[in-house]
């Protein structure tokens, strides 16, 4: 047998070179950031020797840590959920934020209302008292939902900042969140969730009230003082709206990560019974940085007859019925109109159904519970 040659040993390594790369370049994985999934990888799965089928798959570091929990302090909260992808992934998911300061006395509805459609669909967050004993606690589909919270308190910029905690914890936890629906513990759904979840994931515009040169808006935006919110924001700039609204991925993030105009609403008030920072400071936002990425309506129904100490109307017990529900379905919302959202006619012609209703007394629970099958969740 020849012994072999340098020369030909040198040829031997050059052609295993190739095999030697191929077998230790590393596998390709996703990124996590913060725990989420990032940019799913393609891969190519072969069906036959003559075919190849292109699918995308979604595979998570095994070995990745779980994800921190989100900071307490507000700043760094509002700063790092400001840096989500401001696309959902899908399948599109609808954020449900309850503001209370009570136990949810309606929470026998909702949990028929989420009963009806998959858990992949939807989340729920609770902004809660802390000082309050929630006895029995909050269970069902609402268990293990509450986020960090902090006291709130009417009159002063704590309600919407409660509001800003709320999103920024919905941005962080799901990048699937794609809607994200403010409510109290006094709303109640009007329509079902395969309703609801339909009209506002096909939506590609936020739902929030948005109304301009209303009564008592020079008293509201000199609240803080006569000159107090200029020069950023100008009296011409102020709007009204609900304190009840649904927003956009896109929307949810410009709130968390806007500093300059929450500046001006986040000061104390010198004239306490004109100040609603939680109904001017998300209307004013939208309408400064993307008013035509938004439908200026609440989708929320509120009766303001009759209202009393800045508080509306409460439905009581025996006021509830299968008419009532057919009445507040078929109201119609007030649109706000500065010659921003299109024409007067396109306006008049709108009429996006209601999807949720406040405020209704806790003693309404039970004439809810026995038509919510039938006039509530039944469409």
Known sequence: MLSPTPLSLLFALLLCLPLAILFTIPRTTTTTIAGYLQNPVDVFIRKS???KTHKKLKIKNVNSLPPPPPPEDDESLL???ARVNPRPIHP?????MFLTTSPLHFAPLWELYFNQTPKQLFN???HADPSFNYQPPFSGVFAHRVIHSKLTQRFTPTLTSAARRLLAHALLDDPSN??????????IPLHSFNFTYEILTRSKRSFIEILKEEIFTYDRWSARGEEAMLPEVKLEDFRIGSQFWVLTRKHARLVVGDQR???KFNRTCVRMD????EENYFPTLINMRDPLGATSATLTHVDWRGCLEG???MYEASEVGPDLIRELRNSRPRYGYDGINGTDLVVKRRKDPFLFARKFSPESLQPLMSIAKEAILKE
């Open 92 to 96: 599109k998911k609808m954020a449900f």
């Open 79 to 81: 700063r790092v959920a």
């Open 49 to 51: 020797d003559s075919t």
């Open 178 to 187: 794609s809607m994200f629906a403010l409510l109290s513990a006094s709303c």
């Open 261 to 263: 105009i929450w500046a």
């Open 311 to 313: 508080h509306p109307r």
């Open 124 to 126: 729920i967050y609770i």
């Open 274 to 277: 004109t100040c609603y920072p």
